[in-house]
Each structure stands twice: as C-alpha cells, then as structure tokens.
C-alpha cells in the first residue's frame, strides 16, 4: 500500500509542477504522442509502483517505437493510431546487464498495452486487464 501511495504522489506532483511550470496561460492539451519525433518518453510508474530502472520510449517515425529497455535499445512497429496502442514484434540488442529482469518486465508490460493518453507532459499507456504505464519527457523527468 505504501509503494502504491507513492506512485500514486508521484503522479500527482509531476502534474501539478509540470503544469505549474508551462505557466498560467498554457494548459495541458491532449497531444497525439506518436507524431512527435523529437520527444523521448521516460518510464515513471508501472503498475502503480515507480519503475527505478532507466527505461524510455519514442516515436521515431510514423508506424515506429524505439527506446532503451534499461539495458538494451529495442524498435519495432506501431500497429496501432493514436489513441490506440499496439506494437508488433520488438527487436533489441543482447547485452547482458544487471537489470535484465526488470527489461523483461518492462517488455512485457509494453508489449500488453493497448491504449494511450497523452499531453505535453504525461503519456499514460493502459492494457486491457488494467495495467498501467506512465512517462514523461525526458527533459521533463524528475530522474
């Protein structure tokens, strides 16, 4: 319950600055995530316990996801348009880390999701059976 608190104010004060910080004039507005090149997604939350391990996620280009999966870079294809989500097959590279079972978590998690919320500063993965990713951007994350 403890760990679950703490995701959970984790959230809730990563919203609360972001949007403090875009300033009075600017709200937070949906976005549709995967046309953005340019924005690296960083893991925050994974079923509502924070997810300590680096982990990223971009949309490198239409039908396209990349990132780092604490160890390996991993891409595949985007099967799915905004606000859906689905990704097909991932490819990654094999270096063996420390972390490899967290990556595997991370993968899996990924792999389940099927759709996506998203603004400036919050993009919010769910699955079906009520799984939860939450990211922010990286030159946003608190880490």
């Known amino acids: ?14 919203i609360a600055s972001l949007t403090l910080a875009a300033g009075p004039t600017r709200a937070a507005e949906a976005i549709d995530p995967y046309s953005d090149p ?7 939350v994974l079923d509502g316990q924070v997810f300590e391990a680096d982990t990223t996620l971009s949309f490198p280009e ?8 604490t160890c390996n870079n991993y891409s595949g294809e985007m099967t799915a348009t905004y606000p859906e989500f689905e990704v097909g097959p991932l490819i990654s590279t094999r270096m063996a880390c420390p972390d490899m079972e967290l990556e595997q978590v991370f993968l899996d998690a990924l792999a389940a999701m099927r759709g996506a919320v998203a603004t400036d500063y919050i993009l919010v993965l769910t699955g079906p059976d ?3 990713m939450v990211f922010t951007p990286a030159d946003q994350a608190p880490r």
């Open 1 to 14: 319950m403890k760990q679950n608190l703490t995701a959970a104010t984790l959230i809730a004060s990563l």
């Open 130 to 132: 009520g799984g939860e």
């Open 62 to 69: 239409p039908g396209r996801v990349a990132g780092k999966a």
């Open 38 to 44: 340019d924005t690296t997604w960083v893991l925050q």
